[in-house]
């Protein structure tokens, strides 16, 4: 199995960076894809930022050219630089990892357990 433990959340007023981090652990051969998902009341879980194996990075729409992602692969960590925050980031982010944990299995999605985001005066 693979756990996925996320930090750093927090409350933060409009303006203001907080960073994320999310460490994976347990068994695992490859760790495909790592980002970042989040979660507002009443809407549906959307992708923030994605990094890959190879170092390819996709962010949403609305939080490029704010928001970075980076991975440490010795760590099995992926964070989430989130700058010039806004009332509208305001959500629950979640880790998400796409880990091989077997040369016999396809990789399996694994997601952590959320941390919330408040941005607010």
């Known amino acids: 199995q693979v756990q996925l433990v996320e930090s750093g959340g927090g409350k933060v007023q409009p303006g203001g960076s907080l960073r994320l981090s999310c460490a994976a652990s347990g068994t695992i051969l490859n760790i495909n894809a790592m980002g970042w998902y989040r979660q507002a009341p009443e809407n549906q879980r959307e992708l923030v930022a994605l990094i890959t194996r190879d170092g390819s990075r996709n962010f949403a729409d609305f939080v490029k050219d704010r928001f970075t992602i980076s991975r440490d692969y010795a760590k099995n960590t992926v964070y989430l630089q989130m700058n010039s925050l806004k009332p509208e980031d305001t959500a629950v982010y979640y880790c998400?990892?796409?880990?091989?944990?077997?040369?016999?299995?396809?990789?399996?999605?694994?997601w952590g357990q959320g941390t919330q985001v408040t941005v607010s005066s």
């Open positions: 998400n990892a796409l880990v091989q944990t077997s040369a016999y299995r396809l990789a399996t999605n694994y």
